[in-house]
Nanobody
Framework: QVQLVESGGGLVQAGGSARLSCAASTRTFCRYPMGWFRQAPGKEREFVAA????????DYTDSVKGRFTISRDNAKNTVYLQMNSLKPEDTAVYYC??????????????????WGQGTQVTVSS
C-alpha cells in the first residue's frame, strides 16, 4: 500500500487560488495513476481529477474543468492539484488517492487503492 501525505489548502477567498500537494512513499510512483477526490459536509466523496503514471493523460469532473489542473513530478514522488477561480461550492476535504499499480486512470475514477488523510479547503464568499 502506498503512503500518501497531503499538504496545502486552508482558507481562500472566492476567486482565489490554492495548490494542494501529495507526497507518496513508493519508489515506483511513476507506475501509479493518481487522483484527487473531495468530500463536502453532508455529501458523499466525489472524484475531482486523475492523472496517469506518466502524466500524459488527465481527466476532470465537469465542475472543475478549466479551473483545476492536476500534475505530477515523478522525480519528487508528488502529485499536485492547482485550483484557480475557487468557488464556495469547492469547499470540502480534499483527498489524494493512488490507483492500482500499472493500471489506467479509468481505474481510479471510482476510487483509489490508497488514500491520504485529507486536507481542508474552505472558500469564503
Amino acid at each position: 500500500q502506498v503512503q500518501l501525505v497531503e499538504s496545502g489548502g486552508g482558507l481562500v477567498q472566492a476567486g482565489g487560488s490554492a495548490r494542494l500537494s501529495c507526497a507518496a512513499s513508493t519508489r515506483t510512483f511513476c507506475r501509479y495513476p493518481m487522483g484527487w477526490f473531495r468530500q463536502a459536509p453532508g455529501k458523499e466523496r466525489e472524484f475531482v481529477a486523475a492523472i496517469s503514471g506518466s502524466g500524459g493523460t488527465t481527466d476532470y469532473t465537469d465542475s472543475v474543468k478549466g479551473r483545476f489542473t492536476i500534475s505530477r513530478d515523478n522525480a519528487k514522488n508528488t502529485v499536485y492539484l492547482q485550483m484557480n477561480s475557487l468557488k464556495p461550492e469547492d469547499t470540502a476535504v480534499y483527498y489524494c488517492a493512488a490507483g492500482e499499480y500499472a493500471r489506467t486512470i479509468a481505474t481510479i475514477q471510482t476510487g483509489g487503492s490508497s488514500w491520504g488523510q485529507g486536507t481542508q479547503v474552505t472558500v469564503s464568499s
